[in-house]
């Protein structure tokens, strides 16, 4: 099982990023997948998180209408595209699965419970 992160950068506030996650020995739709971030000194986040036997998605508060998690299960990749990109948002991000295909919003507000996590991929917004 491997998960395989791309799309971080530099970028500066206002700008946009999209990440992907794409995974090797299991298929993500039957599972709950999240975005986590971790800045520095802080814990790792919850950003967005799916489920699709739940048919729903979550975001925190503070990128509703701005980010967006997708999925081609063709290519057994998610996607965050992350839009207004502000320098709070720095962060170090994770692609994680869960096998245990919690409710988007429960899979989004812990780290425990993680199978599976990328390597992580940097963001950095600039001011």
């Known amino acids: 099982v491997q998960l395989v992160e791309s799309g971080g950068g530099l970028v500066q506030a206002g700008g946009s990023l999209r990440l992907s996650c794409t995974a090797s020995?299991?298929?993500?739709?039957?599972?709950?997948i999240g975005w986590f971030r971790q800045a520095p000194g802080k814990e790792r986040e919850g950003v967005s998180c799916?489920?699709?036997?739940?048919?729903?998605?979550y975001y925190i508060d503070s990128v509703k209408g701005r980010f967006t998690i997708s999925s081609d299960n063709a290519k057994n990749t998610v996607y965050l595209q992350m839009n207004n990109l502000k320098p709070d948002d720095t962060a170090v991000y994770y692609c994680?699965?869960?096998?245990?295909?919690?409710?988007?919003?429960?899979?989004?507000?812990?780290?425990?419970?993680?199978?599976?996590w990328g390597q992580g991929t940097q963001v950095t917004v600039s001011s």
């Open positions: 994680a699965v869960d096998l245990a295909r919690l409710h988007p919003r429960l899979r989004c507000a812990s780290t425990r419970g993680i199978n599976y």
């Open positions: 020995g299991f298929t993500f739709e039957d599972y709950s």
């Open positions: 799916v489920t699709s036997s739940f048919g729903s998605t």
